[in-house]
Nanobody, 124 residues
Framework: QVQLVESGGGLVQAGDSLRLSCAAS????????MAWFRQAPGKEREFVAG????????INVDSVKGRFTVSRDNAKNTVSLQMNSLKPEDTAVYHC?????????????????WGQGTQVTVSS
C-alpha cells in the first residue's frame, strides 16, 4: 500500500509562485511513475504533469507549459510541482498519483494510488 500526502497549496495572487510537494510512503518510491492532476469545481480531473521512474518529465496541459515544472527526489520519496506565474484559471485541487507503469500516462484511471489533494486558489 502506498500513501501519498500533498502539501504546499494555498491562496496566492496572480503572478505568484507555489511549490507543491507529495510525500510517498514505502521503500520502492523509485519504482513509481508519479503524476499531478488537478480538478476545478464542476470539471473533470485533468492531467497536469508526470514524471517517470527515471525522471523523464511530461507537461501536458498547454496552458501550464513554460510555467510549471515537475521533479522528483527518490532519496526523499518526494515529487514536486513548481508553479510559476500562476493564473486564476490554475485554481483547483491538486492531487498527486502513482502507479508502477514504465512511462507517464495522462489518464486518471491508469493510476492506482492517490493523495487527498491540496487546494490552490489564485486570485486576480
Amino acid at each position: 500500500q502506498v500513501q501519498l500526502v500533498e502539501s504546499g497549496g494555498g491562496l496566492v495572487q496572480a503572478g505568484d509562485s507555489l511549490r507543491l510537494s507529495c510525500a510517498a510512503s514505502g521503500r520502492t518510491f523509485s519504482s513509481y511513475t508519479m503524476a499531478w492532476f488537478r480538478q476545478a469545481p464542476g470539471k473533470e480531473r485533468e492531467f497536469v504533469a508526470g514524471i517517470s521512474r527515471r525522471g523523464g518529465g511530461l507537461i501536458n496541459v498547454d496552458s501550464v507549459k513554460g510555467r510549471f515544472t515537475v521533479s522528483r527526489d527518490n532519496a526523499k520519496n518526494t515529487v514536486s510541482l513548481q508553479m510559476n506565474s500562476l493564473k486564476p484559471e490554475d485554481t483547483a485541487v491538486y492531487h498527486c498519483a502513482a502507479n508502477y507503469e514504465l512511462r507517464v500516462f495522462m489518464t486518471p484511471s491508469r493510476y492506482v494510488y492517490w493523495g487527498q489533494g491540496t487546494q490552490v486558489t489564485v486570485s486576480s
